[in-house]
């Protein structure tokens, strides 16, 4: 069993910036993507980016291209997500998940997810 937990969640302004991290725990056999989603009051849990294992392959949804930036160390089942230039629409619980694999657009997707953390972004 995988266990994911996120953290760094939080209130800030719009302009202001976030960085959410994500820890791994148990046992996962196979190369696995992780990615970060995020669903708000009322909406559908989207995709906000995904990384490869090989930390090299990520992908972004438009509407945080060139602000939000995804990493992860293998060697220590960690992944962050860097979130500059925050905007009130970026207001939801974001969440941690992860895969055999690679990574994938769609929540159903994936195997395995975190609680979630609340981020706000006040204007």
């Known amino acids: 069993q995988v266990q994911l937990v996120e953290s760094g969640g939080g209130l800030v302004q719009a302009g202001g910036s976030l960085r959410l991290s994500c820890a791994a725990s148990?046992?996962?056999?196979?190369?696995?993507?992780m990615g970060w989603f995020r669903q708000a009051p009322g909406k559908e849990r989207e995709i906000v980016s995904a990384?490869?294992?090989?930390?090299?392959?990520?992908y972004y949804t438009d509407s945080v291209k060139g602000r939000f930036t995804i990493s992860r160390a293998n060697a220590k089942n960690t992944m962050a997500l860097q979130m500059n230039s925050l905007k009130p629409e970026d207001t939801a619980v974001y969440y941690c998940?992860?895969?055999?694999?690679?990574?994938?657009?769609?929540?159903?997707?994936?195997?395995?997810w975190g609680q979630g953390t609340q981020v706000t972004v006040s204007s």
């Open positions: 990384i490869d294992w090989n930390g090299y392959n990520t």
């Open positions: 148990g046992r996962i056999s196979s190369p696995y993507a």
């Open positions: 998940a992860a895969k055999v694999g690679y990574s994938a657009p769609k929540y159903y997707e994936y195997n395995y």
